[in-house]
């Protein structure tokens, strides 16, 4: 939260934060719906779609609410979903899930094997073509509020900073981007939603939101043994009974698969490394073979929200809301997500564009949160909201008490636990511990290293700007979470930013923060709370390409 001071400014009528699914949705319904206003989104990548990454297995319904022409248009989706399996992994095995047991609310009929990053690109030629004004390697570092505490806007980073703080030739002070309202879509954890949750309480009447970590390749496949359209859920191996998450394996186009694991962050062992479970789970004999031969493209990853119904907030706050993943629409049985954040984004442009038309600005919009869960999303999320605290609670077991429960919603539309809630952050969840778990090493075929991987993920950062990984307290991780965790920042972050080195005998904490993928992991997962994930200077971070 920040006033203007004597920066610059520029006046729109709404302003919109990240161009992922839900921000461009809201812009080309504004423009749709009212062409006259004008509508700004601002993206901190350096191009559209370059910080998007997603399974990813889409349900159409919330584009053909947005653009119902898309096919026609030419929308670069994948192949229609042939056959969607799920699978129980043991060390040895591969056990196939017989379809008529899982739960319809699971399924997804009409889904689409889909590059999301691909498909907000296209998304933003849309909206430009509409009259959106899009400006891309553009962070926004605070929401500007007036006297009256109101949200009147952003404030963008500074650019040409240097590492010290100093300003360096060519500096360019961050401005202020007013508007009537502000739309946050920057995504889960962002820092901006972070600072209102707060500010506004928010969350002070939902339980608190659950993450998981995401890890994903691109990998291009034999013809013979590629499968367009066919879709691969797994649990069990390489998680033990008490972690949450499994893997994903979906046949795209062009003879590519998206290949990907995700683990729940309320995991409790400090000595567990996501990435290197990762490694693990494409060397089970139920995804190796279809690697042999083949070729590893891109490597990625990112956060997304699970708690689900229970951990939406209060979506609106004086001046504008969250929309997308920043508020948290995740159906996590499903993995499902984009189609809600195209419903929210939706559903946001309407409230707010009735609001303009009838003369009002920075005030609370009363009827957005009835507004976004009537498009369906409050629908889909409550009957299966226990999904989620059963498996925290329980761990496998908890799967199949969540299956009986899903069965009971679709049946009788009535659940036999009512609603679990979640009762701790995932910050919380680590027992103490120092020991790391024992991995194999990386073979350069199937397993690779942290550094070979973030290559692949064409990262730019200027290694002379201020670090955006900040500390509140430099003594914590060697004081405190060495001992008491065995530093577990050093295995959670996918990315190798951080670790810990001998220096002189003592051990010193470092953060390498241009190996930084954006994942927000570390500032959900750190147990004493220490990090903080700010945007680093515009244009920065990974730059992905088909994610």
Known sequence: MADLGDRDSIETDVVIVGAGPSGLAAAIRLKQRYPA????????????????????????????????????????????????????????????????????????????????????????????????????????????????????????????????????????????????????????????????????????NSDPQKYGLGIKEVWQIAADKHEPGRVDHYL?????????????????????????????????????????????????????????????????????????????????????????????????????????????????????????????????????????????????????RNMKPLWSRFGLLGVGLAGFDMWCNALFRVSPFGTLRHTNADSQSLRPGSGDRAYEKPDGITRFDRTGSVYLSNIAHDEDQPVHLRLRDPAVPIRDNLPNYGEPARLYCPAAVYEVVKIGGSPEFRINAANCVHCKTCDIKDPAQNIDWVPPEGGSGPNYAGM
Not at 313 to 336: E, H, Q, S, T, V
Not at 365 to 381: N, R, S, W
Request: glycine share 12%; net charge negative; with cysteine.
């Open 236 to 384: 069990g191996f390489p998680l033990d009974t008490s972690t949450g998450g499994g893997g994903f394996c979906y046949h795209a186009n062009d003879r590519k698969i998206y290949l990907g694991l995700v683990v729940h962050l309320d995991y409790r062992d400090p000595g567990l490394s996501p990435f290197e479970e990762f490694q693990r789970f494409k060397a089970h004999d139920a995804i190796a073979p279809l690697l042999e031969g083949a070729t590893r493209l891109s490597y990625g990853a990112r956060a997304l929200t699970s708690g689900g119904w229970q951990s939406i907030p209060d979506l609106a706050f004086p001046g504008g809301a969250l929309i997308g993943c920043a508020a948290g629409f995740m159906n996590a049985p499903r993995l499902k997500a984009i189609h809600n954040a195209f419903l929210s984004g939706i559903a946001a442009a309407d409230t707010v564009g009735t609001a303009i038309a009838a003369g009002r600005s920075h005030d609370r919009l009363e009827t957005l949160q009835d507004a976004v869960l009537a498009t369906g999303i409050g629908a889909e999320l409550r009957p299966v």
């Open 37 to 204: 206003l004008s509508v700004t989104v601002v993206e901190k990548s350096a191009e559209l779609g370059g910080h998007i990454l997603s399974g990813a297995v889409m349900d159409p319904r919330g584009l053909d609410a947005l653009i119902p022409d898309w096919r026609e248009k030419g929308a670069p989706v994948g192949p229609k979903v042939t056959a969607d399996r799920f699978h129980y992994l043991t060390a040895n095995g591969d056990f196939v899930v017989p379809n008529f047991i899982i739960p319809p609310l699971m399924h997804t009929p009409d889904g689409l094997v889909t590059s999301l990053g691909d498909l907000c690109r296209w998304l933003g030629e849309e909206a430009q073509a509409l009259g959106v004004d899009i400006f891309p390697m553009t962070a926004a570092t605070a929401v500007a509020t007036n006297e009256a505490g109101a949200v009147i806007g952003i404030i963008t980073g500074d650019l040409g900073r240097a590492k010290d703080g100093s300003e360096k030739p060519g500096f360019a002070r961050g401005i202020a981007l007013l508007a009537k309202y502000t739309l946050i879509a920057e995504g889960a954890r962002g820092s901006l939603t972070k600072a209102l949750l707060p500010a506004f309480g928010l969350d002070a």
